[in-house]
């Protein structure tokens, strides 16, 4: 069974940057469609990244051009960097990996705030 483990989020000023991880356990990622929601209070889960297993990608507008997603098989994880960070990127992330069926993370809060 699939278990997914995100972490690397925080407080951050906008502006600033941040780096999520989502360690995977339980099988190789390899064989996944992988990526990055998020969930901001009242609203939605909505996708804010994609990765397939042949490494295309797709982004949500509101963070293309500003995020970067990456996996690394050999480490079993998949990356999402984030920059020039705005207060409505505040969010609980959840990391999600599709095979069959979805499997996803507990999330880990961002919040962007001075």
Do not use: H
Request: hydrophobic content about 30%; overall charge positive.
């Amino acid at each position: 069974q699939l278990q997914l483990v995100e972490s690397g989020g925080g407080l951050v000023q906008p502006g600033g940057s941040l780096t999520l991880s989502c360690a995977a356990s339980g099988a190789a990622l390899d064989y996944y469609g992988i990526g990055w929601f998020r969930q901001a209070p009242g609203k939605q889960r909505s996708m804010v990244a994609i990765i397939t297993t042949d490494g295309s990608t797709n982004y949500a507008d509101s963070v293309k051009g500003r995020s970067t997603i990456s996996r690394d098989n050999a480490k079993n994880t998949v990356y999402l960097q984030m920059d020039s960070l705005k207060p409505e990127d505040t969010a609980v992330y959840y990391c999600y990996a599709n095979r069959v069926r979805a499997y996803w993370g507990q999330g880990t809060q961002v919040t962007v705030s001075s």
